[in-house]
C-alpha cells in the first residue's frame, strides 16, 4: 500500500523515497488493518453458530408451513417494488429539483 501510495504521487511534488517512507506510518497502518481485520473475523467467528441455528429453524419452518414462505415471498416481493418506486421517486423529484435551476 505504501509503493502504491508513494507511485501515485505527483511527480512535479515528489517526495524521496527516505522523506515519504516513515516508519510510523507504516506501523501506524499496519496496525490499523491488523485491527480490522481481526475484529470482523473475531465478529464472524461469534455470529457464524447462532445465524446458523436462527437459518435452520426459520428453513424448518418455513418448510412445515407452505402459507408462510408464501407470505414471505409476497412480502419480498413488495420491499423490492416499493424500493423501485422511491428510486423513481427520487430522480422524478431532482430532475424537477435541476428544472428549477
Avoid at 74 to 84: C, M, Y
Amino acid at each position: 500500500n505504501e509503493v502504491r501510495g508513494y507511485y501515485l504521487q505527483n511527480p512535479k511534488n515528489r517526495l524521496p523515497v527516505r522523506e515519504f517512507f516513515k516508519p510510523y506510518r507504516f506501523i501506524r497502518s499496519t496496525a490499523v488493518g491488523a485491527l480490522i481485520m481481526s475484529t470482523a473475523l473475531g465478529v464472524g467467528t461469534l455470529v457464524t453458530g447462532p445465524a446458523q441455528a436462527r437459518f435452520s429453524q426459520l428453513s424448518s419452518f418455513l418448510d412445515s408451513q407452505p402459507i408462510a414462505k408464501t407470505l414471505v415471498a409476497l412480502f419480498l416481493v413488495d420491499q423490492f417494488l416499493q424500493s423501485r418506486r422511491h428510486a423513481e421517486l427520487m430522480s422524478k423529484l431532482e430532475k424537477k429539483e435541476e428544472a428549477k435551476k
